[in-house]
């Protein structure tokens, strides 16, 4: 119970300031674009992603100035190919001025994504649209959300390491109580998490808010949904789960009891106490032949049915997050399952051991030497399989120094590298431990046997004696055998046995490891095992905050699609450019505004002269025209359209190029004044 509070602690260290999930899902275009000023009111509002979300008709809201919404209430699946791409219809006949866009979705790996922009029809205008302030996935929710995914892993790996640990490195840890206990409450962790991913789906993806927990309505869509299947799917596994904890703690345990042999339950007895203690053996064992083969039998049957729970419980991780989606999905999701069984068997053998030296009995060396080995083969599962992943989802050297993924990647690695530089001094402590053992049994083992037996009976002056130098600082209190049996017809006292029992109980506990810490060689392998597990701890928060942040190799694809287009590509060109005639009302200045101002497509040119005083004023003559040197273009006239007093306009305006073109604007004054002023602009 205590690890478990750690775990909860460092979990809320972890995620108090935790900032919403990362968007696996990107935004890479929208028609019109953002920042846009369109001549005429779009049939449509299309939006293009980098990767497969999920959307409804409610998802993609297109609002008016005045924050009414006015597209169609239904989405167009507009996908095609690789090409992910969605939209919303709109009424004929909008009115001028700025339209906000507000989408909200959840991408292939079950992260919600949300958004908003603004495009003008016409000119820009004031707009009262509410925007989301609150990013999907954020806020209270999100927190809430982050921590459960935290405490599922958490839980899982308690749950199936523990258990592994049980099956191939220690069959005698499934009668010592400590270890029944972290693995029980590895069940019970991952289960009410999963309950609770469930309940705050809803809100996590949509509105954000904590009330929508209760919204089932809400949780009958979250079950249609392949994020939904897998927490279901899940639950499903536990109880399985269930059926494997209560054979491995029972009928097992039972098997593996010690039958006379100095094994396990040798030294424990009743005055093992509780977190020390051990379960009862079986009174009849059965004949050798029978005993072994019920063990072999029973350990063949839960190490295939431990393996195929544990791989349908990661696998419940790999069909809904990052392996489900993008590069070779169909190599990914069993890698990342094995991934996830590797980190369990490490991490959660780690927490057994770390148990199993605290809370139980004399751990044998041949347990530590079989996890250590057990611990070195998921570590090369685990390089292995991490090489691949972050090939898949970072993929180039750059992009591990220039994005979030690749950041959090690298520190990972390097706690990794940690923890197995840590778990080689364990290894050391391990060698040691056997030299020692060894050491001390040849030079007396009669004094070794002899000294178990009197921790055994539990006097306190040969428990003293037994336990060396290192226990001779403690005291020891001696508590005297209960009295005999009183005499026919006097009142026995029940209360007064049970205090006794429970002190002797005491005293036993605390010969019991007073026995175990005064050897300097065990207490190094504890503490270096307890490092371990502290590290292993944060390990696992840094992997939950990395599959919460969007894969390097989509913030690249991002980028490349959005290369060449500079930081406001998306916005018109203004130039306001004053000029002088010469005549006597030769001054004042021009604006001009080229919306969008990109190439291969239609811009809209709007002109304005003004005086010097900055009201507008109508001159007898003015021209516009564009030149490109570098390719020989131009110049290409373009024909104003005079609408007002002082204001002309032209649409349709193609650029056929990018490139920085040269602006020429002619202005007129008089029938002999006149100038020529020109101007760059850079078109996209």
Same mark, same amino acid.
């Given at each position: 119970?205590?690890?478990?509070? =750690?775990?909860?602690?460092l979990? !809320?260290?972890?995620?108090?300031?935790?900032?919403?999930?990362?968007?696996h899902?990107?935004?890479?275009?929208?028609?019109?674009?953002?920042?846009?000023?369109?001549?005429?009111a779009?049939?449509?509002?299309?939006?293009?992603?980098?990767?497969g979300?999920?959307?409804?008709?409610?998802?993609?809201r297109?609002?008016?100035?005045?924050?009414?919404r006015v597209?169609?209430?239904?989405?167009?699946?507009?996908?095609s190919?690789? @090409?992910?791409?969605y939209g919303?219809?709109?009424?004929p006949?909008?009115a001028?001025? *700025?339209?906000?866009?507000?989408?909200?979705?959840?991408s292939?790996?079950?992260?919600?994504?949300?958004g908003a922009?603004t495009?003008?029809?016409?000119?820009?205008?004031?707009?009262?649209?509410?925007v989301?302030?609150?990013?999907?996935?954020?806020?209270?929710?999100?927190?809430?959300?982050?921590?459960?995914?935290?405490?599922?892993?958490?839980?899982?790996?308690?749950?199936?390491?523990?258990?592994?640990?049980?099956?191939a490195?220690?069959?005698?840890?499934?009668r010592?109580?400590?270890?029944?206990?972290l693995?029980?409450?590895?069940?019970?962790?991952?289960?009410g @998490?999963?309950?609770?991913?469930?309940?705050?789906?809803?809100?996590?993806?949509?509105?954000?808010?904590?009330?929508?927990?209760?919204?089932?309505?809400?949780?009958?869509?979250?079950?249609?949904?392949?994020?939904?299947?897998?927490?279901?799917?899940?639950?499903?596994?536990?109880?399985?789960?269930?059926?494997f904890?209560?054979?491995?703690?029972?009928?097992?345990a039972?098997?593996?009891?010690?039958?006379?042999?100095?094994?396990e339950?040798?030294?424990?007895?009743?005055g093992?106490g509780?977190?020390?203690?051990?379960?009862?053996p079986?009174?009849?064992?059965?004949?050798?032949?029978?005993?072994?083969?019920?063990?072999?039998d029973l350990?063949? !049957?839960?190490?295939?049915?431990?393996v195929?729970?544990?791989a349908g419980?990661?696998?419940?991780?790999?069909?809904?997050?990052?392996?489900?989606?993008?590069?070779q999905?169909?190599v990914?999701?069993?890698?990342?399952?094995?991934?996830?069984?590797?980190?369990?068997?490490?991490l959660?053998g780690?927490?057994?051991l770390?148990?199993?030296?605290y809370w139980?009995?004399?751990v044998?060396?041949?347990a530590?030497?079989?996890?250590?080995?057990?611990a070195?083969?998921?570590?090369l599962v685990?390089?292995? *399989?991490?090489?691949?992943?972050?090939?898949?989802?970072v993929?180039?050297?750059?992009?591990?120094t220039?994005?979030?993924?690749?950041?959090?990647l690298?520190v990972?690695?390097g706690? $990794?590298a940690?923890?197995?530089?840590?778990?080689?001094m364990?290894?050391?402590?391990?060698a040691?431990?056997?030299?020692?053992?060894e050491?001390?049994?040849?030079?007396?083992?009669?004094?070794? *046997?002899?000294? !178990? @037996?009197?921790?055994? *009976?539990?006097?306190g002056?040969?428990?003293?004696?037994a336990?060396?130098a290192g226990?001779?600082?403690?005291?020891?209190?001696?508590?005297?055998?209960p009295?005999?049996?009183?005499?026919?017809?006097?009142?026995?006292?029940?209360?007064?046995?049970?205090?006794?029992?429970?002190q002797?109980a005491?005293?036993?506990?605390?010969?019991?490891?007073?026995?175990?810490?005064a050897d300097p =060689?065990?207490?190094?392998?504890?503490?270096?095992?307890l490092?371990?597990? @502290?590290?292993?701890v944060?390990?696992?928060?840094?992997?939950? =905050?990395l599959?919460t942040?969007?894969?390097?190799?989509?913030a690249?694809?991002?980028?490349?699609?959005?290369?060449?287009?500079?930081?406001?590509a998306?916005?018109?060109?203004v130039?306001?450019?004053?000029?002088?005639?010469?005549?006597?009302?030769?001054?004042?200045?021009?604006?001009?505004?080229?919306?969008p101002?990109?190439s291969?497509?239609?811009?809209?040119l709007r002109?304005?002269?003004a005086?010097?005083s900055?009201?507008?004023?109508d001159?007898?003559?003015?021209?516009?025209?564009?030149?490109?040197?570098?390719?020989?273009? !131009?110049?290409?006239? $373009?024909?104003?359209?005079?609408?007002?007093t002082?204001?002309?306009?032209?649409?349709?305006v193609?650029?056929?190029v990018?490139?920085?073109?040269?602006?020429s604007?002619?202005?007129r004054?008089?029938?002999?004044d006149?100038?020529?002023?020109?101007?760059?602009?850079?078109i996209?």
């Open positions: 119970m205590r690890l478990l509070v =750690v775990v909860a602690a979990c !809320g260290a972890l995620f108090a300031g935790a900032a919403p999930a990362s968007a899902a990107a935004l890479t275009g929208s028609d019109p674009a953002q920042g846009s000023v369109v001549d005429r779009p049939e449509q509002v299309a939006l293009t992603f980098s990767e979300v999920a959307m409804g008709d409610d998802s993609l297109v609002l008016d100035p005045q924050g009414k597209d169609r209430g239904k989405l167009r699946n507009l996908c190919g690789s @090409t992910v791409k919303a219809g709109l009424p006949g909008l001028n001025g *700025t339209y906000t866009v507000a989408w909200q979705a959840v292939a790996d079950s992260h919600p994504v949300s922009f495009f003008s029809i016409g000119a820009p205008s004031r707009t009262s649209a509410p989301p302030q609150q990013e999907a996935g954020g806020g209270l929710v999100g927190a809430l959300y982050g921590i459960a995914r935290y405490l599922a892993y958490a839980g899982f790996v308690l749950l199936a390491g523990g258990s592994a640990f049980v099956v490195c220690r069959p005698a840890a499934a010592v109580r400590s270890v029944q206990r693995v029980v409450h590895g069940w019970a962790l991952l289960t @998490t999963t309950i609770a991913l469930l309940l705050l789906r809803t809100p996590y993806t949509g509105s954000g808010k904590p009330a929508d927990v209760f919204d089932f309505a809400g949780l009958q869509q979250v079950l249609l949904t392949k994020p939904g299947a897998a927490l279901v799917s899940r639950l499903l596994l536990l109880a399985a789960a269930a059926l904890v209560a054979v491995l703690f029972g009928a097992y039972r098997a593996h009891a010690p039958d006379g042999d100095g094994g339950g040798a030294g424990s007895g009743e093992a509780v977190d020390e203690g051990v379960t009862e079986s009174e009849d064992a059965g004949p050798p032949e029978d005993l072994a083969k019920r063990r072999k350990t063949l !049957g839960l190490s295939l049915g431990g195929l729970v544990a419980l990661a696998t419940t991780w790999a069909m809904a997050e990052h392996a489900s989606t993008g590069l999905p169909a990914a999701m069993p890698v990342d399952v094995l991934h996830l069984l590797a980190v369990a068997v490490w959660g780690l927490a057994a770390v148990v199993s030296l139980g009995p004399a044998e060396r041949s530590v030497v079989r996890f250590s080995r057990v070195f083969g998921s570590v685990l390089v292995a *399989t991490g090489v691949y992943q972050s090939w898949r989802q993929g180039s050297w750059r992009a591990l220039d994005t979030s993924y690749g950041q959090l690298l990972k690695v706690l $990794v940690v923890l197995v530089a840590v778990a080689a364990s290894r050391r402590w391990t040691r431990l056997g030299e020692v053992r050491a001390a049994r040849t030079a007396d083992p009669e004094a070794e *046997t002899e000294a !178990g @037996t009197e921790a055994e *009976t539990g006097t002056a040969e428990a003293e004696s336990s060396g226990a001779a600082a403690v005291p020891v209190v001696t508590v005297a055998a009295a005999a049996a009183p005499a026919s017809g006097t009142p026995a006292d029940p209360a007064r046995a049970v205090q006794l029992a429970r002797q005491a005293l036993a506990t605390a010969r019991t490891k007073r026995i175990r810490d =060689v065990r207490l190094g392998l504890r503490r270096s095992v490092a371990e597990a @502290t590290i292993a944060v390990l696992l928060g840094v992997t939950t =905050v599959t942040t969007e894969p390097a190799r989509t690249e694809a991002v980028k490349a699609a959005s290369a060449g287009q500079s930081a406001d998306n916005q018109p060109r130039l306001t450019i004053p000029f002088d005639t010469g005549g006597s009302q030769g001054k004042g200045s021009a604006r001009l505004d080229l919306d101002g990109r291969g497509s239609g811009n809209e002109l304005r002269i005086d010097p900055g009201r507008t004023r001159v007898p003559e003015v021209k516009v025209s564009f030149t490109l040197g570098a390719q020989k273009l !131009g110049p290409l006239p $373009v024909a104003l359209r005079h609408v007002s002082g204001h002309w306009t032209a649409s349709g193609q650029l056929p990018p490139g920085q073109w040269q602006l604007l002619l202005v004054t008089s029938d002999i006149q100038v020529t002023e020109t101007r760059n602009v850079k996209d």
